[in-house]
């Protein structure tokens, strides 16, 4: 089955502190992986990309393939990143199409 | 450039009936899908169409169609509208699948 799973609703944590959002993903061949943010009152929008190994307002993520994880990662949580965050991923099995998880709502407090 | 548009913002009809929404993608991408977004759901696809051709639905029912033109213009339409097809409607176009999407803002459609 093709399934991306964000074990939590929702994640707080303190300014400057770490923040770790977990994205496991089931899936049979070689997916693209995404994260996708949306903040309050803004549309969804795309994060950063695996296959760009980019680092995007300090959050990375790294694809771990025996564990099949693309957790996002930043090491210092600024305010502005409170917003809610959702992992996905991209392939043709079964038929092209891009899946998402439940969603992280992250809550950064001062 | 133009972001992904999506028209209208807002609809709310009643039972039984059909709506129609609009989607323009950004100038030059060919791929629109749309998804289904609830608070109890999440973000549930519908379907993907890439020059005119749709390559995947996800699980709605029939009464859930949608096409694309040559423009890479697209629409949704839900027949026989019921309560629990209320939620929000994103459009979003990509040039691939490498890229990612860029969504709209969506429609808001209420079922009564």
């Known amino acids: 089955a093709q399934r991306v799973t964000q074990p939590e609703k929702l994640l707080s944590v303190f300014k400057g502190a770490p923040v770790e959002l977990k994205c496991n993903y089931s899936?049979?061949?070689?997916?693209?992986l995404f994260w996708y943010v949306q903040y309050s009152r803004q549309r969804l929008q795309l994060l950063l990309r695996h296959i760009s190994r980019e680092s995007i307002k300090g959050f990375t993520a790294d694809l771990n393939k025996g564990e099949t994880s693309f957790h996002l990662k930043k090491p210092f949580a600024q305010e502005e990143d409170s917003a809610m965050y959702y992992c996905a991923l991209s392939g043709n099995t079964g038929g092209f199409k891009t899946i998402f998880g439940a969603g992280t709502r992250l809550f950064v407090k001062a | 450039k133009a972001g992904v548009t999506q028209t209208p913002r807002y609809l709310i009809k009643t039972r039984g009936q059909q709506v129609t929404l609009s989607c323009s993608p950004i100038?030059?991408?060919?791929?629109v899908s749309w998804y289904q977004q609830t608070p109890g759901q999440g973000l549930q696809f519908l379907f993907e169409y890439f020059s005119e051709t749709q390559r995947n639905k996800g699980n709605f029912p029939g009464r859930f169609s949608g096409r694309q033109f040559s423009n890479s213009r697209s629409e949704m339409n839900v027949s026989t509208l019921e309560l629990g097809d209320s939620a929000l409607y994103l459009c979003?176009?990509?040039?691939?699948?490498?890229?990612?999407?860029?969504f709209g803002s969506g429609t808001r459609l209420t079922v009564v």
């Open positions: 979003a176009s990509s040039p691939g699948v490498d890229y990612g999407y860029t």
């Open positions: 100038s030059g991408h060919r791929s």
């Open positions: 899936y049979s061949g070689s997916p693209e």
